[in-house]
């Protein structure tokens, strides 16, 4: 796998969050590839191709599977590529491309509402009510729990109807990876030694664009903001754009277009810089 020097687009993966499958991100991948790019949206271990009505069929797929497992799921996918994509991620996904980052992979990444990696101590009230129906149990840790339409209401819904909430969830939900859940949460005292961690002053990562929505219950502002403290101990470009009136469920909310175009330049163009940069000292050298 090699860094596009050619100038073609490069391609894009998309990562998922929890409760979602590939179908989420349905909407900004028929941009893209509208736009000439080949877009991956693979799907974590455990869901294949299937419908999100068929995953709530039967989560027994889901059980027990981890964050290892399903980031070194994305790792094997995108080095079998001929080249480095741009990376972006959706809440818990967002938090796998930080991670995915941080193993050198893409030429920049976008984590769209992403939760926060290990080191980050920020958890607002919200971000711990959307945990409870899972937290509250430690004995399930391995389970699926399914996603009530209530609670998708408060994670998801919270600028819709009730109706049209519910709808939303028969069209997207699916059962939790419970053991993802208690994982991350652990990981977040745990900076040097977390599931989740990075090196947030790794000097040659690719260059990472955080994304918040100022009515997100699952990861408000305050989480990326605290983790762009964090990253701005390090030389590598990271930075932070906030969309007011937005939910967390901005990927499919009205007005994603807005969002979408905006996380693939921001992408290419820094990815470009930073490939110019790079060739220039090599060059000097």
Do not use: C
């Not at 709530?56 to 981890?66: C, F, T, W």
């Amino acid at each position: 796998m090699t860094t596009n020097t050619s100038g073609g687009k490069p391609p894009i993966v998309l990562v998922h969050g929890l409760w979602m499958t590939p179908s989420s991100w349905d909407t900004w991948a028929e941009r893209f590839r509208g736009l000439g790019h080949e877009v991956i949206v693979p799907g974590w271990p455990g869901i294949g191709d299937r419908t999100p009505a068929e995953v709530r069929a039967d989560p027994s797929a889901l059980k027990g599977i981890g964050i290892r497992e399903i980031v070194d799921s994305y790792d094997e996918r995108i080095r079998a590529l001929p080249e480095k994509p741009v990376i972006m991620g959706h809440s818990f996904g967002g938090i796998f491309t930080q991670m995915l980052l941080d193993r050198g992979l893409g030429i920049a990444g976008v984590g769209v509402a992403p939760g926060q990696p290990a080191g980050v101590l920020t958890l607002p009230f919200s971000t711990l009510k959307t945990g409870l129906p899972i937290l509250w149990n430690p004995f399930a840790a391995r389970g699926a729990n399914a996603l009530s339409k209530r609670h998708f209401r408060y994670t998801f819904g919270n600028d819709l109807t009730r109706a049209d909430s519910d709808r939303e969830w028969e069209a997207s939900a699916i059962n939790s990876y419970n053991r993802v859940f208690f994982e991350g949460v652990l990981s977040l005292p745990k900076p040097k030694s977390g599931i989740t961690k990075v090196d947030f002053r790794k000097p040659d990562r690719a260059p990472l664009l955080l994304i918040s929505a100022d009515k997100d219950h699952v990861a408000p502002p305050a989480i990326q903001k605290a983790a762009l403290r964090k990253y701005a101990k390090g030389t590598a470009l990271v930075e932070r754009v906030e969309y007011p009136g937005r939910t967390h469920r901005l990927v499919s909310q009205d007005g994603w277009e807005e969002i979408a175009d905006y996380a693939l330049s921001w992408a290419l163009e820094h990815a470009a810089a930073r490939t110019g940069s790079t060739d220039s000292e090599g060059a000097a050298n």
